[in-house]
């Protein structure tokens, strides 16, 4: 095969590279979220056992930092630098098409904005280091001893398999947010109902309260005072807890947007809540892999439906689990109505 000027490889090299290094990075994925969580978790974003960013970055580090290679420090601060610039953009990248947050390092320090650290930045150093020092001279020459035919094979398939498996991860993806967007309007719908209906109840216990406090205030004069003392900060109390608590300007436009729907004849919050329910029960394996594999997982534009989905399927997967181990005690049921 040809190599290619500069690059000193030919594509077919680098495909298998490429192929080699998102299998150990998803190795090196689902041993990290093993400890953990305890648990094995299939990561990445493909269903395949790979990462690509592991692979396009390996041959990244290995191309342009050839000529430093004999180094450490220069290597180390180079590939550091390369890396976590990588892993920003592939995460805004990945935000700004699925409009969501595939890892956050917030819980970390010095991160920014949840995309890099400093702490996995040292870490992307030192194993690129490892790799392009120790490991990926025996990768070339593993891939130099595959034959020729069995090698385009086999990059035939991966090709199929990756394509196919892209498509099917983006569908995921997409039904992912359609779940999301569904839950985030229902849930405003039933928000709605429950301020109208509490806004009322609320009036018509404050509109009692002052017939009666009229004919108190009739029969002792201290009623006026008990009332200034009393009842106005009690109603402005039960206003905050509709308005300000809520977040009024929240609730204005939400009543712009679905006010309609709740003042509808045919409405009826019980089947808004049969269709909420139908929602978080979580049937779809695709969807269920993404939040296993990425339980940090964030929505940028449906945060609350997200954080919902995620409870929701935390109590299916506990229920599960006591289910399998012959039944949960009467004390976890309770705790998981």
Not at 19 to 42: A, H, K, R
Not at 84 to 95: A, W
Not at 204 to 231: C, F, H
């Amino acid at each position: 095969m040809e190599t290619i000027p500069f690059l000193e490889y030919s594509l077919y090299q680098m495909f298998h590279m490429f192929i080699f290094w998102s299998f150990i990075g998803w190795c090196i994925e689902v041993c990290d979220m093993t400890l953990e969580t305890g648990e094995y978790q299939n990561r990445g974003f493909l269903n395949m056992p790979i990462c690509p960013i592991y692979g396009f970055g390996v041959l990244m580090v290995v191309i342009f930092f050839r000529p430093i290679s004999h180094t450490f420090l220069p290597l180390f601060l180079s590939t550091m630098i390369l890396c976590t610039t990588f892993e920003l953009l592939v995460g805004l990248g990945m935000e700004k098409m699925f409009g969501a947050r595939w890892w956050d390092y917030s819980n970390k320090k010095f991160n920014y904005k949840g995309y890099i650290c400093p702490e996995i930045s040292i870490l992307w150093g030192l194993g690129c280091v490892i790799v392009v020092r120790i490991v990926h001279p025996m990768v070339e020459r593993v891939v130099d001893l595959i034959p020729i035919k069995m090698g385009l094979g086999l990059i035939c398939l991966w090709s199929v398999l990756i394509v196919i498996d892209l498509i099917s991860s983006i569908c995921a993806v997409n039904e992912l947010n359609n779940r999301l967007k569904q839950i985030d309007e229902i849930s405003k719908v039933m928000l709605l109902s429950a301020v109208k209906i509490g806004g009322n109840l609320a009036e018509k216990t404050l509109e009692t309260k002052e017939r009666y406090d009229k004919i108190v205030e009739s029969a002792d004069a201290k009623t006026q005072e008990w009332k200034e003392k009393y009842y106005y900060e009690w109603k402005e109390k039960y206003y905050k807890y509709f308005t300000h608590r809520r977040d009024k300007q929240k609730i204005d436009e939400i009543e712009r947007e679905y006010g309609k729907i709740v003042e509808a004849e045919d409405f009826k919050i019980s089947d808004w809540r049969e269709r909420f329910e139908k929602l978080v029960e979580i049937k779809d394996s695709s969807v269920e892999r993404l939040l296993k594999a990425f339980p940090q997982l964030r929505s940028v534009s449906y945060s609350e439906a997200m954080d919902t989905l995620k409870i929701r399927w935390a109590e299916m997967r506990h229920k599960n689990k006591g289910s399998d181990s012959g039944g949960a005690s009467e004390e976890e049921e309770e705790d998981f109505p």
